[in-house]
């Protein structure tokens, strides 16, 4: 199984980033696809997930700000990043069933 995360970058406070995640390897439609990130210093920690059936979950530091997505014919999952905040900036990560992507680096800053 193979992930590849992309999308991160610089914004400014307040602005938005969608970041991808294209799996291989798997079957997609029925996987669990979770989003973490790791600031400098700091632990991974837990942001979103999306289930097989479209359902999703979120930590209480993005919930209201981010959304989780997938789409199956692409073997893809999404996170929207609205209302970026400095304490976002982290290291971002797409993982499933264990495996895990190379990480994809979201900075916010004025």
Known sequence: VQLQASGGGSVQPGGSLRLSCAVSGSIFSASTIHWYRQAPGKQREF???VFS????????SVKGRFTASRDNAKNTAYLQMNNLKPEDT??????????WGQGTLVTVSS
């Open 90 to 99: 982290a290291v971002y990560y797409c993982s499933t069933a264990n495996y």
């Open 53 to 60: 059936d479209d359902y999703t979950g979120y930590s209480d």
């Open 47 to 49: 942001v979103a997930r």
